[in-house]
């Protein structure tokens, strides 16, 4: 019991519940384990009474904790009514009597006495407290507004994974000018409201290099590799600033570009971040010796100064990483340290490639904003919708640079449940709840504000996250791990606060275990969750489709994510084939392919009988026109088109549980004979433009409950 005891004080489950009426106990070692990440010493009976003493005592003394929350809102999440002040955080609002209370704004302004709680201002705020009997505190007040904006009327996007997307422009996969012109033509042709894509955030270097974009190095700066190198405004000037024989390399690269391009999208090549990348570096240092005009130096050291700190470390950490190589284990000790007197040293050293990555993190967020830009101008609604993965690399440079933020030999990770029976293990370190909340979320903050710059939503990946995370230790397998609490009312006030100034939309991605209160909790905040047409069922009760009219409103509503099938394959059982030649069926092939075909036909049934299936059976394109017509038909606010799902692709850009046996995040979007299509080709592809009739609101059916 002591043990639970001091877990409990430190946000560590030892128990969980991976189904209703079923509880399932942690190891006393994973607990142990999670306790020593967060510097509490549990190893030995009489360590544990000592680390429980110290917790409780520190809680007795402790006049405020270090992070403190006030919505400015009323009981139900709304603006109060006049002359109503906020509910007080519990905190504060049991602070003895006599209690001095000062707080100072981020701006700087103080404000003593008794606090006009309603009129503070929002933003992240100091307060200082001093009670009578001499005990002080010292927190971060969050003040928030009630809710994130919300989408403006209901509307309709697209869904891509950016690398898969070529032009004929591309080096060798999607790019921002790609994503530019993605949003200039579905928001003008297409009526479309919003374009979501995968995450942008910087990888690891590495041969080769990890192609998921759900394992970065740093979540806080884009990946340069997204750049279309023609776009950069230097480009224009190389003949008049270059030699000629740095002008033949320069034609050269983009010869090579071409010919990567063509490999793609002719010769069934797989798409090749490692030398799309390589390309693409050469022809930055060739461009980086045109200098830069006045106005563009001007805008690169506001850019910097903006950035700060954070900038200057990850641009240390890439020109590290091109001296030592990506494995810190091999750098010099001096150099883990971020903070050391090596480090500033190799950093002077560096300077000139230090100089050279924070450009390159300059340039890729023009091209972010250009695209941002060019969304608006074509009508959108909403815009680009970034995307934020869960977490980072653990040798990547936001584990460097904010070592102290992250749990050190921890990993995140999933339970087992119906879908995987082994648990999952991502990789990915945790951030620490304590540091987190010491900091003021310092760290979470910086990293929504640069991810919100040129975004006009931002989808979270694994939403749950921001309550709790399964820890895994080093070394165990994931059933093994635990859930460990974070302070779920304070990572939504961030995150409101930090989308209200950016004025976006935020979405979570609330598929799979989801602790009850969880989704009340994201929606009471206006935070939209995703639903997926194959989940929507009755699991209470006749497991029969959901109505559409008894769909949620506040999601956004799709026929499949980069994780799943596209709705051809699952329509074709072609998904049941694909996992069979790989070894990933659980049961025999013929039960699979069974239960499947029965799963499908109920559903195409469904969508007969309402109406929405109205060309003759076997036509599969009339078939996913029915889906898209069935998740138009929802109150859903936003409706997300899977773009490989208008030309029919069959082929899924991740099959979760492989690793080399398929080829993830390295395909590009094809039509259904696997040939590749181009975004030229997309906008006259008559499929698509057939499927995306359907959602128009002249053509969508009128909201109904269904039958």
Avoid at 370 to 389: E, F
Avoid at 500 to 522: F, K, N, Q, Y
Wanted: charged share 25%; glycine share 10%.
């Amino acid at each position: 019991m002591t043990l639970a005891r001091l877990a409990a004080l430190h946000g560590v489950a030892t128990a969980y519940s991976p189904s209703a009426g079923v509880t399932v106990p942690v190891p006393d070692a994973t607990v142990v384990e999670v306790l020593a990440a967060l510097d509490v010493d549990a190893t030995t009976p009489e360590a544990l009474r000592t680390s429980l003493a110290a917790t409780e005592a520190a809680r007795d003394a402790r006049l405020l904790p270090p992070t403190l929350v006030l919505w400015q809102d009323g009981p139900q999440g709304d603006a109060p009514p006049h002359g109503r002040p906020p509910e007080l955080p519990r905190p504060l609002a049991a602070l003895p009597p006599g209690t001095e209370v000062r707080i100072t704004t981020e701006h700087g302004d103080e404000i003593s006495g008794t606090p006009r709680w309603a009129r503070l201002p929002l933003g992240v705020h100091r307060l200082d407290a001093r009670a009578r009997d001499g005990r002080t505190a010292r927190s971060a007040l969050v003040v928030a507004p009630a809710r994130v904006p919300q989408p403006p009327g209901r509307g309709y996007g697209v869904l891509v994974q950016l690398y898969s997307l070529l032009s004929t422009r591309s080096w060798g996969m999607g790019d921002l000018g790609d994503l530019r012109e993605l949003a200039d033509w579905a928001g003008r042709a297409l009526g479309a409201g919003f374009v979501q894509v995968n995450p942008l955030h910087a990888a690891v270097p590495g041969t080769p290099t990890d192609p998921s974009p759900y394992r970065p190095s740093s979540r806080r700066f884009p990946d340069p590799v997204h750049l279309r190198i023609e776009d950069i405004p230097e480009y224009a000037y190389v003949r008049g600033h270059l030699g000629g024989e740095e002008r033949a390399e320069l034609d050269a690269l983009t010869g090579r570009a071409a010919e990567l391009r063509e490999g793609v999208l002719r010769k069934g090549e797989l798409i090749d971040r490692d030398a799309v990348w390589v390309l693409k570096r050469q022809a930055l240092e060739l461009l980086m010796r045109v200098p830069l005009g006045p106005g563009r130096q001007a805008a690169l050291r506001e850019f910097r100064a903006a950035q700060g700190q954070a900038l200057l470390d990850h641009a240390t950490w890439c020109a590290l990483v091109e001296r030592y190589g990506a494995d810190r284990r091999q750098w010099p000790e001096g150099l883990r340290d971020p903070r050391s007197a090596a480090t500033a040293r190799e950093r002077d050293e560096l300077a000139d490639r230090v100089d050279f990555h924070c450009r390159l993190a300059w340039l890729t967020d023009e091209q972010l904003g250009a695209a941002a830009r060019a969304a608006r101008d074509a009508g959108m609604p909403v815009g680009i919708v970034h995307d934020l993965a869960v977490g980072v690399h653990p040798d990547g440079a936001d584990a460097w640079a904010q070592g102290d933020a992250f749990a050190a030999g921890m990993s995140v990770g999933a339970p087992p449940d119906a879908f995987n029976a082994r648990g999952q293990d991502w990789g990915l370190p945790p951030w620490r709840p304590d540091a987190l909340a010491a900091s003021g979320y310092a760290p979470y903050r910086d990293l929504l504000r640069g991810l919100l710059r040129h975004a006009g939503a931002l989808r979270i990946d694994h939403v749950m996250g921001l309550f709790r995370l399964w820890w895994v230790p080093e070394g165990r397998l994931p059933t093994e791990g635990t859930y460990v609490r974070y302070d779920a009312d304070a990572m939504l006030a961030v995150l409101v606060l930090e989308a209200h100034r950016a004025g976006a939309v935020v979405i979570g991605e609330d598929l799979g275990t989801v602790e009850p209160g969880v989704r009340e909790s994201l929606q009471r905040r206006g935070v939209l969750g995703t639903s997926v047409l194959w989940f929507e069922r009755d699991w209470e009760g006749t497991r029969r489709p959901l109505a559409p009219g008894t769909w949620r409103a506040d999601c956004v509503a799709t026929a499949t994510t980069h994780d799943l099938p596209s709705t051809a394959a699952r329509l074709t059982g072609d998904h049941v084939e694909l996992r069979h030649r790989l070894g990933l069926l659980a049961r025999p092939l013929e039960e699979e392919r069974a239960e499947d075909t029965e799963e499908v036909a109920e559903w195409l049934a469904y969508l007969r009988a309402l109406g929405l299936l109205e060309e003759g059976p076997r036509d599969e394109e009339a078939e996913i026109r029915a889906v898209y017509r069935f998740l138009r038909r929802t109150p859903a606010r936003m409706t997300g088109v899977w773009l490989p799902d208008a030309v029919g692709d069959r082929r899924p850009q991740n099959l979760p549980g492989t690793w080399d046996q398929y080829p993830n995040w390295r395909l590009p979007i094809a039509d259904a004979e696997g040939r590749p299509v181009t975004l030229e080709d997309l906008a006259v592809s008559p499929r698509l433009h057939a499927l995306m009739d359907v959602l128009r609101p002249s053509t969508a059916p009128p909201d109904a409950r269904g039958l």
